[in-house]
């Protein structure tokens, strides 16, 4: 009786691109839907695999299904790299001013350390409400933009952007910085963990973020 549903979920799933996660959700309530539909023929007398055949049938073919599928599924990515970009960004700067704190760095900083302080502060509050813009549009803002792919192609730019802009004025600032002590000699390696690392994994959303947009648009 499952050989039809397990061959159509399969199709289905390499129809789809998007997390992991809710992608198994999705599949997971399509066959419980087949399996239902299949008991119900099932007690109208059909044979199980005709019964089974029936559902699927009537479930749709993949090339009509998919497509409301894979725009669930590039939200879902949006809004996940949309809360990731907006949790670093948030959690970067106290983390930052507290090694610097332990790494006896003057403030305010003079020269270019200075202003690459000042720009960093700037960008990073309008980084965090086009963040928090980007959440919303992806969640409770679908009832009023829709599922448009290209807001999710819009975030995984975004990602990008804010992973390229703060790893370059990051790593600068620890370059310049006037650090004194011991830390003045792991500020590199600290700069990598605290700053740099966090925006590649921002990086790889936002690819991710461009991959479900595009695999939506393409339906």
């Not at 975030?155 to 990051?170: K, L, Q, R, Y």
Request: glycine content about 10%; overall charge positive; proline content about 7%.
């Amino acid at each position: 009786m499952a050989a039809p549903i397990d061959g159509y979920l399969a199709e289905l799933d390499r129809a789809l691109r998007g997390p992991r996660r809710v992608k198994s959700g999705l599949l997971r309530e399509a066959r419980d839907s087949l399996v239902d539909a299949t008991e119900a023929y099932a007690e109208f007398g059909l044979p199980p695999e005709a019964a089974a055949r029936r559902a699927v049938h009537d479930f749709g073919e993949v090339s009509r299904i998919a497509p409301g599928y894979q725009a669930e599924l590039a939200l879902a990515q949006g809004r996940r790299t949309a809360l990731l970009a907006f949790g670093i960004l948030v959690a970067q700067p106290p983390i930052w001013h507290l090694v610097a704190w332990q790494a006896a760095e003057p403030d305010p900083m003079p020269g270019l350390a200075g202003v690459l302080d000042v720009l960093v502060s700037w960008l990073g509050m309008l980084a965090v409400v086009v963040a928090l813009l980007a959440v919303w549009a992806s969640g409770t803002g679908v009832r009023r933009l829709g599922t448009n792919p290209r807001h999710i192609r819009l975030t995984g730019i975004f990602a990008f952007t804010v992973a390229g802009t703060f790893s370059t004025i990051g790593l600068m600032l620890a370059l310049v910085s006037p650090i004194t002590g011991p830390m003045g000699l792991v500020r590199l390696p600290i700069a990598v963990v605290v700053l740099i690392l966090p925006m590649l994994l921002v990086a790889r959303n936002g690819a991710r973020c461009l991959a479900t947009a595009r695999a939506a648009t393409s339906r």
